[in-house]
């Protein structure tokens, strides 16, 4: 399976449907997009399909945990692209309120059950960055953190708007 989007792997959509055809419950499809959401919010470009997996208990699939979790946003020399599209667009500074109704119609979900996770974790995730940021400050000092928190920010504040 090819990882990224652009270079013919699944998008979102794609993901949605799979996931659908193999019987993954309405919780773990909202599990999946939660993490979309919140690899989105932390500047996490890197969140290709592969990044994403479904773990099978007695025969019943379920969502598994989240892994891979970075902010790429920080790092000069990864491009800026989400892995894969929301509503039609890749590039972070880009991606508005607009494309996350367009990706909901896409997947078959309610734009506002998507609005509501979406602000709910836009809403919250820059003050728990900042206090995990002065957690690993204070044992690990390092100038990352603080970028980290930045970029988390104003990505927040991009789709709040």
Same mark, same amino acid.
């Given at each position: 399976?090819?990882?990224?989007?652009?270079?013919?792997?699944?998008?979102?959509?794609?993901?949605?449907?799979?996931? #659908?055809? &193999?019987?993954?419950?309405?919780?773990?499809?909202?599990?999946?997009?939660?993490? /979309?959401?919140?690899?989105?919010?932390?500047?996490?470009?890197?969140?290709?399909?592969?990044?994403? =997996? /479904?773990?099978?208990?007695?025969?019943?699939?379920?969502? !598994?945990? #989240?892994?891979?979790?970075?902010?790429?946003? /920080?790092? @000069?020399? &990864?491009?800026?692209?989400?892995?894969?599209?929301?509503?039609?667009?890749?590039?972070?500074?880009?991606?508005?309120?607009?494309?996350?109704?367009?990706? #909901?119609? !896409?997947? !078959?979900?309610?734009?506002?059950?998507?609005? =509501?996770?979406?602000?709910?974790? #836009?809403?919250?995730?820059?003050?728990?960055?900042?206090?995990?940021? @002065?957690?690993?400050?204070?044992?690990?000092?390092?100038? &990352?953190?603080?970028?980290?928190?930045?970029?988390?920010?104003?990505?927040?504040?991009?789709?709040? !708007?």
């Amino acid at each position: 399976m090819l990882k990224y989007q652009e270079d013919g792997g699944p998008g979102i959509e794609d993901c949605m449907r799979r996931l #659908a055809e &193999i019987h993954l419950p309405a919780a773990g499809r909202l599990n999946f997009i939660r993490t /979309v959401l919140f690899n989105f919010l932390i500047g996490n470009c890197d969140a290709h399909a592969k990044n994403y =997996a /479904v773990l099978y208990h007695n025969g019943k699939p379920s969502f !598994s945990p #989240a892994y891979d979790l970075l902010s790429t946003m /920080v790092y @000069d020399n &990864i491009a800026k692209r989400f892995a894969m599209s929301i509503g039609g667009e890749k590039r972070m500074g880009m991606i508005k309120r607009a494309h996350f109704e367009q990706m #909901a119609r !896409s997947c !078959s979900l309610k734009s506002k059950l998507v609005f =509501a996770e979406l602000d709910n974790m #836009a809403k919250t995730l820059p003050t728990t960055a900042e206090s995990l940021a @002065d957690e690993l400050n204070a044992q690990y000092p390092n100038t &990352i953190y603080g970028r980290c928190v930045w970029e988390i920010g104003k990505l927040c504040r991009q789709v709040l !708007s």
